[in-house]
């Protein structure tokens, strides 16, 4: 069974233009399939280090000298570069998707279709689960919650089955959560309501927005002039953070332009539109169908 099945992996790391002697981070190791396709890139001074926060990634890296396996999350990225002495990245890719060996086991608590503890940490030393979310946050805390992180219109509702429901039993286990639920859904749209309520509570449990926020501040940074940043998003908010980020510099997307008018951003953008996987790729991969790839380049003046 893989680990994990890189998506868009040629393209991906085409757009890193790896060079021999080069150095790069893979932030988002997972099954370190892209990891492995910029190795095959590099020569022997290359450098590649890989950022996972997930103890089973981090007992899938590499046996080789050139990379530095770094077991934290992708925010710390900075502080990683600097604690390693590296004046900048020549590339640095992120692979925001979930793993697939994380949905498909089903005592991490992260997809539906398995009934199992509500965990859903990347993390597993740290941090708040998700049963512990649903145990303590407040009403308005979970309408928040699942409207900003799920965009479920009726998030209230959802907020409120989950608040009834806990003063008669603890919700322990996604079962549990699919059954108060099941009478909000309507039949035959489950899994898209279902898959929305859960990306809500795993980016809640894992902090993800906040972490891709800090992440993108400090990755102009992070890379040399003329450095690549390759983010591959598959939900529209990272997307949103993403497009911003990389058309204007900043994560509000508000372009500042000098006294002549002229745009002022640390960054080029290489993609206009986002590189989306092909209907072979999706046929072999379902879960490819709804990434999308961006590339910018820090300007090399």
């Not at 508000?254 to 590189?275: A, L, M, W």
Request: charged share 30%; glycine share 8%; with cysteine.
């Amino acid at each position: 069974m893989k680990y994990h099945v890189p998506v868009l992996l040629k393209p991906s790391v085409e757009a890193l233009q790896v060079k021999p002697d080069g150095v790069y981070a893979d932030l988002t190791f997972g099954g370190g399939g892209h990891t492995r396709e910029v190795l095959s890139r590099l020569g022997d001074k290359g450098r590649l280090m890989a950022f996972d926060q997930d103890d089973d990634a981090m007992n899938n890296m590499p046996d080789d000298q050139r990379v530095i396996p770094v077991h934290a999350n992708f925010r710390y990225v900075y502080r990683f570069m600097k604690y390693y002495n590296f004046s900048g990245f020549d590339g640095i890719l992120a692979d925001l998707g979930i793993s697939s060996w994380q949905i498909d086991e089903k005592e991490r608590g992260f997809s539906f279709r398995f009934d199992a503890e509500l965990d859903m940490r990347m993390n597993r030393n740290a941090g708040v689960s998700a049963k512990g979310i649903l145990s303590h946050y407040s009403y308005a805390q979970l309408k928040t919650l699942f409207r900003n992180y799920g965009e479920l219109k009726n998030a209230g509702v959802i907020a409120g089955k989950i608040v009834d429901a806990r003063e008669q039993r603890p919700i322990s286990t996604t079962g549990d959560l699919v059954s108060i639920l099941s009478p909000v859904f309507k039949k035959g749209a489950e899994h898209k309501f279902l898959a929305r309520v859960f990306q809500a509570l795993r980016i809640e449990v894992n902090g993800e927005m906040d972490a891709l926020r800090e992440m993108l501040m400090k990755s102009v940074e992070c890379l040399v002039p003329g450095g690549r940043l390759v983010v591959l998003s598959y939900h529209s908010l990272e997307d949103r953070m993403v497009k911003n980020f990389m058309r204007a510099g900043n994560i509000d997307g508000h372009i500042e332009k000098d006294f002549y008018g002229n745009q002022i951003s640390p960054i080029d953008v290489i993609t206009r539109k986002p590189v989306q996987a092909g209907p072979e790729e999706i046929n072999e991969n379902p879960r490819a169908r709804s990434v999308k790839m961006r590339v910018a380049e820090r300007k090399k003046q």
